[in-house]
């Protein structure tokens, strides 16, 4: 076994950033692609582990018995681990391409684009890179997409989607109880209030020995960096990833705790005017009606005037997931869906839904193998077969419409008439300006057959911020016409976001929650639509997908 001389114990991100490197020096070589690929790949497995990979290198472990660690490559992670680097690299990238080098300092970067940037701006370097993505010059040469990937790669600070912090949080919390001594574990901050991006992973634990629990912390995944600590909290940096802070407090004043560790700013401040902070109490729920308060939901808690809400009991009723009867929007195998309508429809039933929309992608979606006129015509008829032998829940007749470039709508009207009701979304044509995009909606909503709005903006959480609209004005016309928006509910989108939903349901619109989904388990990212919801104080009565089936058909009937 080779001795070490690198000190420092390499996390698992650490290992893979140094091989994702490697495979994007290796690339621009014009080296053997399934070298290049297998790289990646590696690298990709090495991030996920739970493993420490530092550890097992260090005690001569067979690294070979992951799926895809040859020799080769596990003779690479090996010299990572004891040196720091990988030989191979730091020779290579004396002689390589300015936007290798560039990909090697920010790996979450593509090189493709990077270099499609070098090109057009004619710059070499990654201060000239960030000086023209100031100056707007990489927006105005290649959209917002393209600055939007840039943004995201330079941030300061780590995001991560709220789905994949949960995931992050649910393992953290099990380590602090299995390994950490902790007594009680509760998510806190910007996680509990189900904010859609996470920068902080908070959490609450309780604990008589918070020295003994840092030290066991600091060994999470092979290890993690202390950034600071304090009497009752501390806080480290996960390698490639978000921050942690870990507050310490005890069963007499969790109650206070939670409500320090999960309110904004905002709200905190609001509520220590009332003197809601002004003693410990051992349940939350206390810090509120000891004031005179009702219990302000987490999700609420962002300083909008929900103190002032609470103390005149006008808190909104949120909209909970036991309100919901149907799921309406949702992909099959006929489009770009995993599973059969009839598996989606079994999948709805086991959550107690009385219906479901199958809403596949109409024809001029080509990458999502969108239906033809035959086959959309082929798939009512189905759904009316199976609508005569199925119990329990009523399968409706959809499709999610291409809004095209003019406004129109992408099926022929006799077809859509046949439909009980449309989503109708943009997939195209994104760099349309907001006057633009908005008349290209507002022609759409003229169409009798249109009848919800599907992910507003088109926005894609971290990868791309959307089209500009004027919501506003397409909200009155929808009101006008009859039609409603969509909450999608997938963890990339959550579009719209809550003060798009707050402005639609304040006028008096309603809204549909849809997941999206392409698959029977995704009909559980229904919470993830309801976060959203909640967040904007959205209560059942302005939800369309609350209704039962026959007050559905009515208001899709527009009668």
Excluded at 114 to 129: C, D, M, N, P, S
Aim: with cysteine.
């Amino acid at each position: 076994m080779v001795a070490p001389t690198h000190p420092r114990p390499l996390s698992n991100p650490e290992i893979a950033h140094r091989l994702a490197a490697y495979a994007h020096v290796l690339q621009s070589k014009d080296e053997n692609p399934f070298k290049v690929r297998a790289y990646r790949r590696v690298a990709a497995i090495v991030k996920g582990l739970r493993e420490s990979v530092d550890q097992l290198a260090r005690a001569g472990a067979d690294l070979t018995r992951f799926p895809g660690i040859g020799r080769g490559i596990a003779s690479a992670v090996r010299e990572i681990v004891h040196h720091g680097t990988l030989g191979q690299l730091e020779l290579p990238l004396t002689n390589v391409p300015p936007e290798v080098a560039v990909v090697n300092e920010y790996p979450s970067l593509d090189p493709k684009r990077v270099a499609q940037v070098f090109q057009r701006l004619r710059i070499r370097t990654l201060v000239e890179l960030k000086k023209e993505l100031e100056a707007g010059a990489i927006r105005a040469a290649f959209g917002g997409r393209m600055e939007d990937h840039f943004r995201n790669a330079f941030r300061d600070t780590t995001l991560i989607l709220l789905d994949d912090a949960e995931a992050l949080a649910a393992e953290l919390k099990a380590w602090l109880l299995a390994r950490c001594g902790a007594k009680r574990v509760e998510d806190a901050g910007d996680l509990r209030r189900r904010v859609e991006a996470i920068s902080e992973i908070v959490l609450v634990v309780d604990t008589d020995n918070l020295p003994f629990l840092r030290s066991r912390l600091a060994k999470f995944r092979g290890g993690i960096d202390l950034v600071a600590t304090a009497d009752r909290h501390v806080t480290f940096q996960l390698p490639g990833s978000v921050r942690l802070t870990v507050h310490g407090a005890t069963a007499a004043n969790w109650g206070t705790a939670m409500a320090v560790a999960t309110g904004s700013a905002a709200h905190l401040k609001e509520l220590k005017k009332v003197g809601g902070l002004n003693r410990r109490t051992s349940t939350e729920e206390a810090v509120y009606t000891s004031v005179g308060l009702k219990w302000v939901p987490p999700e609420l808690r962002e300083g909008r005037g929900e103190v002032a809400q609470a103390a005149r009991d006008k808190l909104p009723a949120s909209v909970e997931l036991a309100d919901m009867r149907g799921d309406l929007h949702l992909h099959t195998t006929a489009s770009d869906g995993i599973d059969t309508i009839e598996v989606m429809a079994e999948a709805a039933r086991e959550r107690g839904y009385e219906y479901i929309g199958i809403t596949d992608h109409s024809q001029s979606l080509k990458i999502a193998r969108g239906m033809s006129v035959a086959a959309l015509k082929a798939q009512i008829r189905r759904i009316d077969q199976l609508n005569g032998k199925l119990e329990g829940i009523r399968i409706l007749k959809s499709a999610e419409v291409d809004i095209l470039a003019d406004g129109s709508l992408d099926y022929p009207d006799d077809l859509l008439a046949e439909l009980d009701y449309t989503i109708c979304s943009i997939h195209s044509r994104f760099r349309l300006g907001r006057q633009e995009q908005t008349e290209r909606i507002l022609r759409a909503m003229d169409h009798p057959a249109f009848t919800i709005l599907g992910h507003a903006t088109g926005r894609l959480i971290l990868h791309r911020s959307g089209y500009e609209l004027d919501l506003p004005r397409l909200v009155t016309h929808a009101k006008a016409r009859r039609c409603y928006f969509e909450i999608n509910a997938d963890p990339d989108r959550l579009d719209l976001a809550p003060d798009d939903v707050r402005e639609v349901a304040k006028a008096g619109v309603k809204l549909a929650i849809g997941t999206d989904a392409h698959r029977a388990a995704g009909l559980d990212y229904m919470r993830c639509g309801l976060d959203v919801a909640r967040r904007a104080g959205l209560e059942k009565s302005s939800v369309l997908n609350t209704a039962s089936l026959a007050k559905l058909l009515r208001v899709l009937r527009k009668t």
